[in-house]
């Protein structure tokens, strides 16, 4: 029988595999650690990691051994970039196992892994190409069958998911998987403009985002820090506007080659008209002011901005976008239109005439007067335009798909007027929240009102990794693993929503990511032996395990009042430190569990114990590497603050162990404490306060009075 | 004054300084670490990290602030290279220090770091390119003079390296280096047949090459098992030769120019008339048999080889040459010329004769005789033959330049016969061997014969990274750290010989590396992650310290052993491990130290029971692992021998520190234990059985027959 995770309710099943796929889909995290220890009772069950969850999955009996005779065949369509993608699947494979087997598929002939594909797919995937496959696993053999290639990669992703081990050796559980995608358009948007990301984070991050089935890159070519792409018909773009710093127009098709090659589509954004200061460097004549102007290096909304009332813009624009249209073959080409202040405007004498003479009382009208130009020479070159919120005026015709950073509201406005739409807003990934905020984010949350129509015009989501921040050494353990929240909640069916099983499954996640070539574990580790100056780190790690980034705001400000900009170095303690490190759930659930039973002892018990000795015994250690490093002493003193957290933890788990009561105010005393953690120091927070609040608020306190301070 | 490290018996001052300098440049350990203790008294004391070690310097007293103020001008000649090179040193320096100064040179204005260069220096950088440079920094400032753009990049390597900080602001000491490098010829070959090599390691690789001083990349572009680089002459070499994994022509000379901004010269090698396989799959007609030819995936020497009777061969290999040249600017080219095993010579009927018209009786014949050939073609496009020892032959014409794979005897045969030549025999990274062992190779080894002239034409050595095991996620840590300490053998004076002092800074240079972006750190812990499939692998990491790959000839007689290919997947227990892991030294240096003076409580024996009593611990939390993983388990029993190891350490030291005798043959039993932990299990190998050796061989027995077993 078919399990299907969108009715959970289905779930309650006599089969041991269906009881620990219930779990795993879509139970509370208390039955899905039973699940799991029933599971583990014979090592062949079917041990759920994949990432994301399929729309339906029946766990069968038996397993598949995987030896060196694994081989591939296609038994119907082939081609080059199918053979291809199944040979690095294979490749990927062979690697999991360390099995030395023939990696390149054959045609026609039988082998144990058979794939069937009715044909290549589209010329030019669109957003509507079929992503969808079925993958069956029994004890003779793998079939993955899909309409298109693209079918087929993302059941590859998923055949590498379900590999596990007895001990001795690999194999693949029995299972019969179908699965296709709940939202069309699943992105990640990477801004490299306001910091350069070379070609080899492009392709490593193009690589994750084929694992978690991502299928939209959505690259932030310009804005006001940087014009990355090289125009030959206006060559000072990137002469003038790049520092040097930008992606030749091979490139970009090798970019567009590598995506397709996984199924991923690119779609590049020429944000206009604001964020467009480096456009001007080279031709000020498309500005509204005099100039000269000049490559930004700080952040925010500046004023320079695209003169939209003379005909010689629009004539630079139509080389422009019909130089572009030829490099990204994409049908959609992303044009910004977002934080346009309108100084510029209000400012031009001419430009206040044109407004006066075209009946426009606001710098909004000028810019939809802007848009309506601009989407007529993208249709002119085929493209159909997406633009940020800001796009959506009246007179915008329905064709141009609005991105929304406001939030759900402005989307689902846009979709009654009749446009598609995506939500990014909530998958910012700049701003530093765990992986469960964004999780619980949903294009079309529950309680939706949208109708039938109206909600397929919701194409889906983007995670945003937005530059300010992030260069080539930092940016993965910005985007991953939590993007591969994000792309769960995007490709899998809206019941599939446990925060605890979704860490479980981002755990192990994480890890596969490393193992392609991401860098967002190994990173850390790295920039936290440059700081020390030291190779061991041992004590640094456990401080770093409970501190994470500050949110945007809170470094926004930083950096503006320190004068952060895009040539400043990212070498310090919060660039070292991952948004959302994996010790912050651990802890949480380890103290949630702790205290459902504290009293006597118990493994939780010993386990928090151990955390807080270690958290009071690292405090020396890590003060002498900070004295020995100016760079890491700017954390100073999260490390005095964390032995008194340890102490505070001691302290409560003693009381709630032994069950006595603690003095009168004692309670209050702690959480003032651990309040005064909660500041800001060098741009870092630590991840331990909730849990550690709810400890103490879970001690008695004595009756009376507090003792007199 | 000046202190030459050429001369250590100057050392002998009073000054703190030099006596801290004589220490790190030459002197014994022990007097070493007495002097760092000194050194550290003062905040402000020089601490030398230099690697390579300058050819003279002198220690000032006080010290320059580094603040944001911190600026670089150029007050004589400058041009593009220069200044790139200046901005991106300055950028390593922001990043060191976390300071916002402004990174771009000015031309001729006061600043406080000041940079004279007389000239860009030559147009194409040769063998006999000016290198050396002068670096002051006082408490006015820092100066920097060269002759070339090539001497300023050196400069800044070493300017790098003189950062130090006083626990809350970064510094550079007071200090005057006068420094120019012992030998002209400092490279590193890596092979990219074997595995190819994606151009962003190529690129990391130059980075780090630059950081150490080398400054040639001989870059093993075909062989065997692949045809790497573009030919649109002859298009199939790739088409049909390379499996698609080559780089274009636009790339190649990416890597040269990037290479020149780094002051490194690009060598370019085509190996011929032997490891040709690759060539013959497009183009038979070059052969010496019917074939067909297919790619190899083995490894050792195949038969395929050119004919050299023909004269279409040269006119190929003119037209080919011509069109190499053109990407390749450097006056050298390296045709190989190894590993002929002149099979298919002796069995051409055609080529028989030839050799027989020819009064040709040894294969070696003819294949001098398609060296002299070859060598026309070369000099005919500008290019001077470099190749492997096989090429000396009689009739060899003197501008010939031999690299010796064979032995510092085969190249001084050469230097006597007029040739220039460079080491590379003892400098083989893939042999696995320690830094150490590099280290002490010498291209002119004290006691040669060699007179001066002889002597001037040993150009200096080339460190080898051969590519049958090494992929882009391992190859860092097959170069990297130990390339560095070869660096500084070819670098620095004969006299700089401390292999605790280059440990000592071996260790600080590995961290400067993975900063540059070299990741042989941090991929040993990420392969254990994936080995494991395990975010926490501390116990692991106590074992890996421990173990690191068999050499090179275990390794090959097991790959032919188990038909390992060049597809075989590079996801072992060895291929996570790092060739002489830091443990290793610092291992040996504890032992060391505490035999010194057994008897009795002291650090070091604390440090040893504390390592011991590790050792016995992680054994079963390493098992657990295994457990869950065949391919880590590949390498038991290691945990069970390293919990018998501390077994072994922890009575030693209970014997040696209480003074106590052990009964009689304890030590040989002992010993058995440790030889038995010699055997390669999953091709490990330990690396702490002599020190422990040498415990065991300290302790005394009581008189008397061992016991009866």
Known sequence: MILRAQFPSLFLHSSRFNVVLACMLAMAPMAARRCVAQANASPYAFHNTLMPQPSSLEAGSGHFMLTADFAAATDKSH????????ERGMKRLAFETGLQFSTQPTAGAAAQFLISVD???????????????????????????????????????TLEQLVQNDGERYFLPAVSIQDTPRFRWRGLMLDCSRHFEPISVIKRTLDGMEAVKLNVFHWHLTDDQGFRIQSKVFPLLTQLGSNGQFYTQEQAKEIVAYARARGIRVVPEFDM????????????????????????????????????????????????????????PDQYMHIGGDENNGVEWKQNAQIQAFMRAHDMTTTAELQAYFNQKLEKILEKHGKRMIGWDEVLTPN?????????????????????????????????LDHMMPASTYYQVDPIPAGSTLDATERGRILGGEACMWGEYVDAEVVDSRIWPRAAAIAERLWSPQSVDNVDDMYRRLRVESLRLEALGMTQISQEDASLRTLAGRQEIAPLQVLAATLEPVDFGVRGAYSEAHHVTTQSPLDHVIDALRPDPPFRHRFSMLVEAYLKSPRGRSPQEAKLRALFEQWIAVEPRVEELMAHSPLLAEANPRPAQLAELGGIGMEALTYLSTGQAAPAGWRASQLAAIDAAEAPVALTRFDVLDPLRSMVNAVEESPGA????
Chains 1, 2 share one sequence.
């Open 119 to 157: 044909g290549p797919g589209e010329a030019v995937q669109s957003v509507d190409e079929n992503e969808s496959y079925s993958l069956t696993v029994t004890e003779q053999g793998v079939h993955l069958s899909a309409a298109t290639d693209v079918g087929v990669m993302r059941g590859l992703a």
């Open 396 to 428: 915008l015709p329905a064709s141009v798909t609005i991105q929304s950073w406001r939030g759900y509201e402005a989307l689902a406005q846009a979709a009654r007027q009749g446009h598609d739409g995506i939500l990014s807003s909530g998958y910012y």
């Open 273 to 328: 008209p604001g964020h467009t200061s480096s456009w001007m460097v080279g031709y000020p004549e498309l500005a509204s002011a005099a100039g000269p102007f000049h490559i930004q290096t700080g952040f925010g909304v500046f004023d320079p901005v695209m003169d939209p009332t003379r005909e010689s813009t629009y004539r630079f624009l139509d080389k422009f976008v019909g130089e572009m249209a030829a490099i990204f």
């Open 706 to 709: 507090p003792p007199v301070q």
């Open 79 to 86: 081609d080059e970039r199918l053979d291809e993608a199944i």
